[in-house]
T-cell receptor, first 115, second 112 residues
Framework: GENVEQHPSTLSVQEGDSAVIKCTYS??????FPWYKQELGKRPQLIID?????GEKKDQRIAVTLNKTAKHFSLHITETQPEDSAVYFC??????????????FGTGTQLKVEL | DADVTQTPRNRITKTGKRIMLECSQT?????MYWYRQDPGLGLRLIYY???????NKGEISDGYSVSRQAQAKFSLSLESAIPNQTALYFC???????????FGSGTQLSVL
């Protein structure tokens, strides 16, 4: 089955700096890569996703890049703000056409944005 | 607002007890999932169901069972709870036509 590794497990940045979280996956058939954000005591929520036919996707201050050859993808947050402090999870799946929507999650990154 | 509701929010039980966690949704989604969250281990899939008559094991199904009573209801049971099943449990749903997961608010389970 799929295996997703995520680094770092904790990340501390100063407000206004950029943050980068990296993930690698093992299943070459995976084609859907979402990122979920979980604030303290809350449920995980999707913040951005990317498919294998796209190399990069941006949404305001967040962006995700994908390197299919190397089987890794990354989340980039620019101009970090205190409200970005949360646990971030990457995930991978074969998508709807590849056997159903079974997401395998990474182990999470605790991001702390310091004032 | 359409939502995913889990009951109970918190539960403390003893080793060997049978316990059921319930999930209901008003989103009209066909697909439902149970995940377990442990510190440092992320979210791991226990069971999933793509429609009422479909039940599938996830990566960590041992010690758990599920029941899909209706499109809107998906229950997770621990037949004989053990301490290493102490965790935060999330139910999630997704539409047949999309990959986005909608999570419930979670159930914190402690097995003593």
């Amino acid at each position: 089955g799929e295996n997703v590794e995520q680094h770092p497990s904790t990340l501390s940045v100063q407000e206004g700096d950029s943050a980068v979280i990296k993930c690698t996956y093992s299943d070459s058939a995976s084609n859907y890569f979402p990122w979920y954000k979980q604030e303290l005591g809350k449920r995980p929520q999707l913040i951005i996703d990317i498919r294998s036919n796209v190399g990069e996707k941006k949404d305001q201050r967040i962006a995700v890049t994908l390197n299919k050859t190397a089987k890794h993808f990354s989340l980039h947050i620019t101009e970090t703000q205190p409200e970005d402090s949360a646990v971030y999870f990457c995930a991978a799946s074969r998508g709807l056409t590849g056997g159903g929507n079974k997401l395998t999650f990474g182990t999470g990154t605790q991001l702390k944005v310091e004032l | 607002d359409a939502d995913v509701t889990q009951t109970p929010r918190n539960r403390i039980t003893k080793t060997g007890k049978r316990i059921m966690l319930e999930c209901s949704q008003t989103k009209g989604h066909d697909r439902m999932y149970w995940y377990r969250q442990d510190p440092g281990l992320g979210l791991r899939l226990i069971y999933y169901s793509f429609d009422v008559k479909d039940i599938n094991k996830g990566e960590i199904s041992d010690g758990y069972s599920v029941s899909r009573q209706a499109q809107a209801k998906f229950s997770l049971s621990l037949e004989s709870a053990i301490p290493n099943q102490t965790a935060l449990y999330f139910c999630a749903t997704s539409a047949r036509s999309g990959e986005k997961l909608f999570f419930g608010s979670g159930t914190q389970l402690s097995v003593l």
